[in-house]
């Protein structure tokens, strides 16, 4: 998947908040699917679908462990993300200043 089309996964799982309550979860540490309904409030087909929309954006990725399937928390895909915001960051920053300077040229 190139950069772009995973930005727009992640971008569109992180746009539900019942998602990020689960990914919220999941930053305490691995969870099994079972705790993450119990904690999200969510049935288990709502839960799997959340859970899906993560993993098909590379946010957490599933183990098994007998019967009982635990989800983890992707860091590699913070990575990207945090690297995204930085870059727009720094571009934006250096706008302000620019207007900044503008500004105080012109005051």
Not at 81 to 98: C, Q, S, T
Request: with cysteine; hydrophobic share 45%; glycine share 4%.
């Amino acid at each position: 998947m190139e950069i772009e089309d995973r930005l727009d996964a992640i971008f569109f799982a992180l746009a539900d908040r019942r998602r990020r309550l689960l990914l919220a979860e999941l930053a305490v540490g691995p969870k099994s699917v079972s705790q993450l309904v119990e904690l999200g409030g969510m049935k288990l087909s709502a839960t799997s679908k959340h859970i899906a929309a993560l993993e098909v954006a590379n946010l957490l990725y599933k183990t098994r462990n007998g019967r009982e399937v635990y989800c983890h928390l992707n860091i590699d895909a913070w990575h990207e993300v945090a690297n995204y915001i930085a870059m727009h960051d720094k571009f934006w920053e250096g706008r302000l200043d620019e207007l900044e300077a503008h500004l105080k040229m012109n005051s």
